[in-house]
């Protein structure tokens, strides 16, 4: 059973640095691509950056491009998504999401709630 | 790159079919047979319901059924159920790196 296990949201003031991780069983990480999507509080779903498996391949939204990187660790089966400069629009809950055929994601972490405010 | 359509609402008695449409442009929906749709309970992460248009995982019902034509997607639920009552969003893949994907608004099914 594929399982991502989420941690690293919480409270930061505009500006500052955070930095999320999700660690991933039941599938062979290595082989997969990985997508970070947000939802701002009461909104829809935004997709905010991609990874490719072996890492060589990153794409980013324009909201968050400069500003957040993505990476992945295949030894320690984990991804990461630091983000700095944080702005009160980047206030939302953030979940990881396996990629699969390039075209959608099954497998969801269970969510990371981050808050922008001073 | 704007989000793509969907009605904010839709609402069906236990046993009827609902669709829910997903209007986007010839650069996402319409190019690529790479429309997905989730399902989001309050509180909870999304669910893959359906992927490439038409398919659907192992796991869910066949009650829910996906199609496309020109730059609009629908999904179906044949013999809505108290459990359908969720926020669903569709997905495509988009022809630009940024974003790769575009989701829906977003719509509320409510089972009365």
């Known amino acids: 059973e594929v399982q991502l296990v989420q941690s690293g949201g919480g409270l930061v003031q505009p500006g500052g640095s955070l930095r999320l991780s999700c660690a991933a069983s039941?599938?062979?990480?290595?082989?997969?691509?990985m997508n970070w999507v947000r939802q701002a509080p009461g909104k829809g779903l935004e997709w905010v950056s991609y990874?490719?498996?072996?890492?060589?391949?990153?794409f980013y939204a324009d909201s968050v491009k400069g500003r957040f990187t993505i990476s992945r660790d295949n030894a320690k089966n984990s991804l990461y998504l630091q983000m700095n400069s944080l702005r009160d629009e980047d206030t939302a809950v953030y979940y990881c999401?396996?990629?699969?055929?390039?075209?959608?994601?099954?497998?969801w972490g269970q969510g990371a709630l981050v808050t922008v405010s001073s | 790159q704007s989000a793509l359509t969907q009605p904010a609402s839709v609402s069906g008695s236990p046993g009827q079919s609902i669709t829910i449409s997903c209007a986007g442009t010839?650069?996402?929906?319409?190019?690529?047979?790479?429309v997905s749709w989730y399902q989001q309970h309050p509180g909870e992460a999304p669910k893959l319901m359906i992927y490439e248009v038409t398919k659907r995982p192992s796991a869910v019902s066949n009650r829910f059924s996906g199609s496309k034509s020109g730059n609009t997607a629908s999904l179906t639920i044949s013999g809505l159920q108290a459990e359908d009552e969720a926020d669903y969003y569709c997905s495509s893949y988009t022809s630009g790196s940024t974003p790769l994907y575009v989701f829906g608004t977003g719509t509320k099914v409510t089972v009365l």
């Open positions: 999401a396996r990629d699969l055929g390039g075209s959608y994601s099954q497998g």
């Open positions: 990874i490719y498996n072996t890492g060589s391949t990153i």
């Open positions: 039941g599938f062979t990480f290595s082989s997969h691509a």
């Open positions: 010839s650069s996402d929906v319409g190019g690529y047979n790479f």
